[in-house]
């Protein structure tokens, strides 16, 4: 009894002399970083892990997503300092024109950071690891593979043929839980135009891998057999193995032509085959991610807006009748330009939706800002884009899905010049898929609105936390379209 009363003892004193001692290192590491700079105003919260539980508990809250970002905004301003994710010389900002001009200055005054865990998952040569000469080819080259002439023939085309099949076997099910159906919908799509792949056995493998693969970016990084990162990583070996084999049989057999992203890559021949596997890899993952998640959430708005839908309705089956076709023909680019309202509904869906929520971002040099604060080097920035996009100084009704707030911005072309919206991030770093994404959601909304009428089986919610998403996949009963007006 004694012994074990001097050995708890014993690891009592130990865990308050290493308690103390992490309390030392910590105050020193502050002291040092912060020693001489006027550094902006805010709280480093706890030793090491900071204010990391107050901003989870804050975005996972469905009523009040931003009241971590409210509370110190009120008490610091749109640019303050705090401790997030073990990042203890980091920097908030919910500033619309600051996070502009940090996002124009990428490679001047800042650069791509995230953890290592995180880029252990996308790759040493993944969009958002590279820096540099290598980084402005890569987002050339998928810039250059998505381009106009491109996105208005062949993706056009491909996309609602997917569609068609697609929704047909959708239809023969019945019901559905269109998150994860829109998941390999889009995944099909992207394997198609980045590797050559059709539907198949092999695309539904993929398709469970990048389940895993996707759930391991916001996990605790302990790599042991059973937990979601170790799942994650390997997935990604999994999908690397297969990218990698498909390189070799397309360098064996130079006779079969792919028309894909793969095959111009490979013909262009200006890189390594693991900067190849890590590109297109990543390629993948934010292809479909991003689109269908959007997807679903953008019939989740409508579900739960019935003006909206109406008014959507309205337009799409004004348009088949002036083009006098029938319902399942494909639309034509001008067709989809022509689709106003749709383009209200899709900036809406990108806003309130919020898939691609923040990007982190590191000082390369001194940025001074507004109020004589310094942001000094090597300090991180959190751009957070959904702390504006939620916010009522920007967007009245923050919460509210309301497409009608975008017509007269459109109208007035006035969308891009708009620093309160940025879903495809800026600068340097903007989404090469931006208008694939736009595009396919577009499409796939003309579709699913004038094939089927649904219903929910659940009542579903929206939670912004550990990302965007449904909680229970939003679970639907599709009935096919009977009536032009229904």
Same mark, same amino acid.
């Given at each position: 009894?004694?012994?074990?009363?001097?050995?708890?003892?014993?690891?009592?004193?130990?865990?308050?002399?290493?308690?103390?001692?992490?309390? #030392?290192?910590?105050? *020193?590491?502050?002291?040092?970083?912060?020693?001489?700079?006027?550094?902006?105003?805010?709280?480093?919260?706890?030793?090491?892990?900071?204010? %990391? =539980?107050?901003?989870?508990?804050?975005?996972?809250?469905?009523?009040?997503?931003? !009241?971590?970002?409210?509370?110190?905004?009120?008490?610091?301003?749109?640019?303050?300092?705090?401790?997030?994710?073990?990042?203890?010389?980091?920097? &908030?900002?919910?500033?619309?024109?600051?996070?502009?001009?940090?996002?124009?200055?990428?490679?001047?005054? &800042?650069?791509?950071?995230?953890?290592?865990?995180?880029?252990?998952?996308?790759?040493?040569?993944?969009?958002?690891?590279?820096?540099?000469?290598?980084?402005?080819?890569?987002?050339?080259? +998928?810039?250059?593979?998505?381009?106009?002439?491109?996105?208005?023939?062949?993706?056009?085309?491909?996309?609602?043929?997917?569609?068609?099949? %697609?929704?047909?076997?959708?239809?023969?099910?019945?019901? *559905?839980?269109?998150?994860?159906?829109?998941? !390999?919908? &889009?995944?099909?799509?992207?394997?198609? #135009? =980045?590797?050559?792949?059709?539907?198949?056995?092999?695309?539904?493998?993929?398709?469970?891998?990048?389940?895993?693969?996707?759930?391991?970016?916001?996990?605790?990084?302990?790599?042991?057999?059973? %937990? +979601?990162?170790?799942?994650?990583?390997?997935?990604?070996?999994?999908?690397?193995?297969?990218?990698?084999?498909?390189?070799?049989?397309?360098?064996?057999?130079?006779?079969?032509?792919?028309?894909?992203?793969?095959?111009?890559?490979?013909?262009?021949?200006?890189?390594?085959?693991?900067?190849?596997?890590?590109?297109?890899?990543?390629?993948?993952?934010?292809?479909?991610?991003?689109? +269908?998640?959007?997807?679903?959430?953008?019939?989740?708005?409508?579900?739960?807006?019935? #003006?909206?839908?109406?008014?959507?309705?309205?337009?799409?089956?004004?348009?088949?009748?002036?083009?006098?076709?029938?319902?399942? !023909?494909?639309?034509?680019?001008?067709?989809?330009?022509?689709?106003?309202?749709?383009?209200?509904?899709?900036?809406?869906?990108?806003?309130?939706?919020?898939?691609?929520?923040?990007?982190?971002?590191?000082?390369?040099?001194?940025?001074? *800002?507004?109020?004589?604060?310094?942001?000094?080097?090597?300090?991180?920035?959190?751009?957070?884009?959904?702390?504006?996009?939620?916010?009522?100084?920007?967007?009245?009704?923050?919460?509210?899905?309301?497409?009608?707030?975008?017509?007269?911005?459109?109208?007035?072309?006035?969308?891009?010049?708009?620093?309160?919206?940025?879903?495809?991030?800026?600068?340097?770093?903007?989404?090469?898929?931006?208008?694939?994404?736009?595009?396919?959601?577009?499409?796939?909304?003309?579709?699913?609105?004038?094939?089927?009428?649904?219903?929910?089986?659940?009542?579903?919610? *929206?939670?912004?936390?550990?990302?965007?998403?449904? %909680?229970?996949?939003?679970?639907?009963?599709?009935?096919?379209?009977?009536?032009?007006?229904?």
């Amino acid at each position: 009894m004694a012994e074990t009363v001097t050995y708890s003892w014993l690891a009592g004193f130990v865990c308050f002399v290493l308690t103390m001692l992490l309390l #030392q290192l910590y105050r *020193i590491v502050w002291r040092e970083d912060s020693r001489g700079y006027n550094l902006p105003p805010g709280s480093s919260g706890w030793p090491l892990i900071g204010e %990391t =539980l107050s901003f989870m508990r804050g975005i996972n809250s469905i009523s009040q997503p931003r !009241q971590f970002i409210q509370d110190r905004e009120q008490r610091y301003g749109k640019i303050f300092r705090t401790n997030l994710f073990g990042r203890s010389r980091m920097i &908030v900002s919910v500033d619309p024109e600051f996070n502009k001009y940090i996002l124009q200055h990428e490679g001047r005054l &800042v650069q791509s950071s995230y953890l290592r865990p995180f880029r252990k998952l996308i790759g040493k040569y993944g969009l958002l690891s590279v820096y540099g000469d290598l980084q402005k080819k890569l987002h050339g080259t +998928a810039v250059n593979f998505l381009r106009f002439e491109r996105l208005s023939v062949h993706f056009m085309e491909d996309i609602q043929n997917l569609m068609h099949s %697609t929704f047909a076997q959708w239809q023969a099910k019945g019901h *559905i839980h269109l998150h994860h159906e829109c998941h !390999q919908f &889009v995944l099909n799509l992207m394997a198609k #135009q =980045l590797l050559d792949l059709s539907p198949s056995k092999e695309t539904e493998e993929i398709g469970k891998a990048f389940g895993d693969f996707s759930k391991s970016f916001v996990v605790l990084p302990i790599r042991i057999p059973g %937990t +979601a990162y170790w799942k994650g990583l390997k997935a990604r070996d999994f999908l690397m193995k297969r990218i990698y084999a498909s390189i070799k049989y397309r360098r064996e057999h130079p006779e079969v032509v792919h028309n894909d992203f793969l095959g111009e890559l490979l013909k262009e021949d200006l890189h390594s085959e693991e900067i190849i596997a890590d590109f297109v890899l990543f390629l993948l993952f934010a292809g479909h991610e991003t689109s +269908a998640s959007t997807m679903a959430f953008a019939i989740k708005f409508l579900t739960d807006c019935p #003006q909206a839908l109406r008014e959507l309705k309205a337009e799409h089956n004004a348009l088949i009748k002036r083009k006098g076709s029938p319902r399942n !023909q494909n639309l034509t680019w001008d067709d989809y330009q022509s689709l106003k309202f749709t383009q209200c509904v899709i900036n809406e869906t990108h806003r309130l939706a919020n898939v691609a929520p923040a990007v982190f971002r590191e000082a390369i040099a001194d940025i001074k *800002i507004e109020g004589g604060f310094v942001i000094p080097k090597g300090w991180s920035v959190l751009v957070l884009m959904n702390g504006i996009h939620l916010d009522d100084k920007y967007h009245s009704s923050p919460l509210k899905f309301d497409p009608w707030r975008w017509q007269q911005i459109l109208e007035n072309n006035e969308l891009y010049k708009n620093p309160s919206f940025m879903p495809f991030g800026g600068g340097l770093r903007l989404c090469p898929g931006m208008h694939l994404a736009k595009l396919e959601l577009g499409l796939f909304l003309h579709h699913f609105i004038t094939k089927f009428r649904w219903e929910p089986l659940d009542d579903d919610k *929206i939670s912004y936390f550990p990302v965007s998403h449904l %909680t229970k996949g939003f679970p639907i009963r599709l009935h096919p379209q009977e009536q032009m007006n229904d």
